[in-house]
């Protein structure tokens, strides 16, 4: 499968902070992942945590918070991990299917998923 990246913003749920971001998309990643100092800056509030098992296996406990994603046109609120990499920003599986997307890794690019009920 190939890997490849698209633009997105994020903002504050209450709208007054935004954020211009490239990242990876990864349907093999559940959530957004953006880095904590980002969201920090933004004032994301930590609401609450979670554990997540990482691609090396390890268990790790982080943040999750919520903000609006603004993709394709269009926005939809969606949770966020505050990521302890401070390069790393994943576009994971949840937020696509918020999108109704889909990614065609032959392609890279976002394309309009089939939903399953």
Do not use: C, W, Y
């Not at 971001?21 to 994301?44: A, C, K, Q, R, Y």
């Not at 945590?49 to 999750?64: C, H």
């Amino acid at each position: 499968m190939g890997i490849f990246s698209v633009d997105f913003t994020i903002r504050h749920r209450n709208g007054d902070k935004s954020h211009a971001l490239n990242g990876v998309v990864d349907t093999g990643s559940s959530f957004v992942i953006i880095p904590d100092h980002v969201l920090d800056e933004m004032g994301v509030e930590r609401e609450e945590q979670a554990l997540f098992r990482l691609a090396d296996g390890s268990v790790r406990e982080m943040s999750l918070g919520e903000i609006l994603l603004d993709l394709d046109g269009r926005t939809k609120t969606v949770q966020v991990v505050f990521g302890p990499d401070s390069r790393k920003v994943l576009l994971g599986a949840m937020a696509l299917e918020a999108f109704g997307l889909a990614a065609d890794a032959k392609n890279h690019r976002l394309i309009p998923a089939e939903l399953t009920l």
